[in-house]
């Protein structure tokens, strides 16, 4: 892959009087100036409401807007229609699983989820079991850190409505087998909803051959703004289940006591949309697809090998997750023996070397692994094997001078 560090600004930064290593862009990536340029020019130069105005300025913010969603659906295989703008990840989950239990969950049946989830993916699902009187299962993991099939073959039955389930755990690392889930799902008639935050930036990623029904990610994660996300569905069930929210230009017709519902994806982006911020994301898949998915993954394993070969050669870390980097994505998560994360974490961060520690908003998994907390290291396009190696010296500089 090119170099590409020239083109983030930030990685020029000094932090603590070191050069910063950033390797949490799993939390959130670097901002291309492609992508914060094409934010400011949209401020500079056609700032409007969309699909509101008759003037030329609103005219040419629709065209912006709706341009954004056609390049994220072609990004992840889909039609535009199906493509509906959110906030991000959290937003796209909570909201589906509120229409979709609304349309498709009653008393008695059944959500299965996973015990790699995020939270994002899980509690969402817990209040609409809650509030439909559905039960909640959880698919366990095997030892190695990759979902157990078997266990999903024996909870899926003709109860089961919902298969909620990560693409890439933001802990392990693991990329689960979704087209093996979708079919299983499938045949078991029920819908799979797969969350995408940590492998739509990292990984081609086409909707149609993961064959899932719904997949949701987020801006900020893959070179594009906060504030903007996807939710993806497939167009007959999206036809088929309630909005979220309501008013604005997901409305077709308002009487006082009813209104009727405008067609996807308007349906289900009430109020004034993350205009900016789609225009921003439309910049970063730009800036994605001319990299090429393939080359991003083939840099990200084998900065992931050098990092999982470095943790592994030292006695005093615990991974968690596959060995193999063909099997994970771009996280690693670590412990070292006997010292808390958070002082890992700081210790680091006086080296310029910023890392995440704590539960990773995955605190049943976490409990599963027996720790309250992990390390975790991420890279994405802009990291450097030098950047790995770098921590990795500096890891054993945290063990000197902490450990036991
Ligand atoms: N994980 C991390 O691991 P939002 O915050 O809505 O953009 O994304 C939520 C989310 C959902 N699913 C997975 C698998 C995720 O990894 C995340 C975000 C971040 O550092 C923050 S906890």
């Known amino acids: 892959m090119r170099n590409v560090r020239s083109d983030f600004p930030i990685l020029g930064r000094e932090i603590n009087g070191r050069p910063l290593i950033y390797l949490d862009s799993a939390a959130t990536s670097q901002k291309p100036r492609q992508v914060v340029e094409a934010v400011a020019r949209f401020y500079r130069e056609a700032n409007a409401n969309v699909h509101r105005g008759l003037y030329v300025l609103s005219v040419e913010a629709t065209e912006l807007y709706e341009g954004a969603r056609k390049k994220v659906a072609a990004f992840i295989g889909a039609s535009p229609e199906e493509v509906i703008f959110t906030r991000g990840t959290t937003e796209s989950l909570n909201a589906l699983a509120y229409s979709l239990g609304e349309a498709r969950v009653g008393p008695g049946d059944e959500i299965l989820v996973t015990a790699m989830e995020h939270h994002a993916n899980l509690v969402p699902w817990q209040l609409l079991a809650r509030r439909k009187g559905a039960r909640l299962l959880a698919v366990g993991i095997t030892p190695e850190g990759e979902l157990d099939l078997g266990d999903l073959e024996d909870k899926l039955s003709d109860r ?27 045949e078991a008639g029920a819908v799979v909803v797969v969350d995408a935050a940590q492998s739509v930036p990292h990984m081609r990623v086409d909707v149609q051959e993961l064959g899932c029904d719904f997949l949701a990610f987020s801006g900020h994660k893959m070179l594009g703004p906060t504030g903007v996300g996807v939710l993806w569905g497939r167009r007959e069930l999206l036809e088929g289940i309630p909005p979220f929210l309501t008013g604005g230009e997901m409305i077709r017709e308002v009487w006082i006591d009813r209104a009727t519902w405008n067609d996807i994806p308007y349906k289900f982006e009430a109020g004034t949309p993350p205009i900016a911020q789609a225009v921003g994301l439309g910049a970063a898949v730009d800036y994605l697809v001319e ?45 070292l023996r006997g010292i808390h994360p958070h002082d890992v974490a700081t210790l680091l961060d006086q080296e310029g070397i910023a890392i995440r520690a704590g539960h990773h908003c995955a605190q049943p998994l976490h409990r599963l692994l027996g720790v309250p907390a992990s390390c975790r290291v991420s890279v994405y396009v802009y990291n450097t094997v030098d950047e790995i190696e770098a921590f990795l010296d500096a890891l054993d500089r945290v063990w000197e001078s902490l450990g036991r």
């Open 160 to 186: 089961t409505r919902v298969v909620a389930v990560t693409h890439v755990s933001n802990v392990l690392g693991t990329v689960n087998p979704i087209p093996e889930i979708s079919r299983m799902t499938h």
């Open 291 to 335: 990299l090429g998915m393939e080359e991003v993954r083939r840099h990200e394993e084998e900065l992931v090998g050098k990092a999982l070969e470095g943790l592994l050669s030292r006695d005093y870390v615990e991974i968690y997750g596959p060995k193999d980097p063909a099997r994970r994505g771009g996280v690693v998560a670590f412990n």
